[in-house]
Nanobody, 126 residues
Framework: VQLQASGGGSVQAGGSLRLSCAAS????????MAWFRQAPGKEREFVAA????????YYGDSVKGRFTMSRDNAKNMVYLQMNSLKPEDTALYYC????????????????????WGQGTLVTVSS
């Protein structure tokens, strides 16, 4: 099972980026998929999650209303559309996956996801 994240880059505050995560060896339509991020010197932070059989999307408080997570089952990919970017969004963004469907109480936890991509860097300048 592998996850490959891409789409990071440098953007000015207020701009947009779309991150992509390609999955191999598993389907994104089942279990759970999530995005986390880690800024220099900080803990890895939950950004967004989606679960198989669940139409809801779950977001961290700091990105709610600005970021949107989506899934393309045919392409076996998940995406993170990031709008109204702020300098504090600067971080290495990781795609993560879980074979089993995370329960509501822990889908925001790193421990719920067993597979991680290599990360893609997002830099937002003011």
């Amino acid at each position: 099972v592998q996850l490959q994240a891409s789409g990071g880059g440098s953007v000015q505050a207020g701009g947009s980026l779309r991150l992509s995560c390609a999955a191999s060896g598993r389907t994104v339509s089942s279990g759970g998929m999530a995005w986390f991020r880690q800024a220099p010197g900080k803990e890895r932070e939950f950004v967004a999650a989606i679960r198989g059989g669940d139409t809801n999307r779950y977001y961290g408080d700091s990105v709610k209303g600005r970021f949107t997570m989506s899934r393309d089952n045919a392409k076996n990919m998940v995406y993170l559309q990031m709008n109204s970017l702020k300098p504090e969004d600067t971080a290495l963004y990781y795609c993560a996956g879980s074979i089993s469907r995370p329960i509501s109480s822990n889908l925001r936890e790193r421990a719920a996801y067993s597979t991680w991509g290599q990360g893609t860097l997002v830099t937002v300048s003011s």
